[in-house]
Nanobody, 116 residues
Framework: EVQLVESGGGLAQSGGSLRLSCVAS????????MRWVRQAPGEGLEWVMA????????YYSHSVKGRFTISRDNAKNMLYLEMGNLKTDDTAMYYC?????????RGQGTQVTVSS
């Protein structure tokens, strides 16, 4: 069974930092591109950043350019999102996601709340 479990969310002040982590299991993590997506209250899903199997960033939302960094550790089946200079607009549920055998999969999410 494909599983993605996020952690690291919480409450941060505007200008602060958080590091999100995602542990993957049930599929060949090192052979799959990964991404972080988020959903703010009342909004649809938004891609935040994506990374390929070799660790290169392949996508970023312009709203996070220069503030967020995506990385992965294939030996540990881990995906990370370093979030800096947080803004209130970053408040959302953050999900680790991938596509396995044509199916989009994401975890249960971790809540990030940024206060002004």
């Amino acid at each position: 069974e494909v599983q993605l479990v996020e952690s690291g969310g919480g409450l941060a002040q505007s200008g602060g930092s958080l590091r999100l982590s995602c542990v993957a299991s049930g599929f060949a993590f090192s052979m799959h591109d990964m991404r972080w997506v988020r959903q703010a209250p009342g909004e649809g899903l938004e891609w935040v950043m994506a990374i390929n199997t070799e660790g290169y960033t392949t996508y970023y939302s312009h709203s996070v350019k220069g503030r967020f960094t995506i990385s992965r550790d294939n030996a540990k089946n881990m995906l990370y999102l370093e979030m800096g200079n947080l803004k209130t607009d970053d408040t959302a549920m953050y999900y680790c996601a991938t596509t396995v055998d044509g199916q989009n999969v994401r975890g249960q999410g971790t809540q990030v709340t940024v206060s002004s």
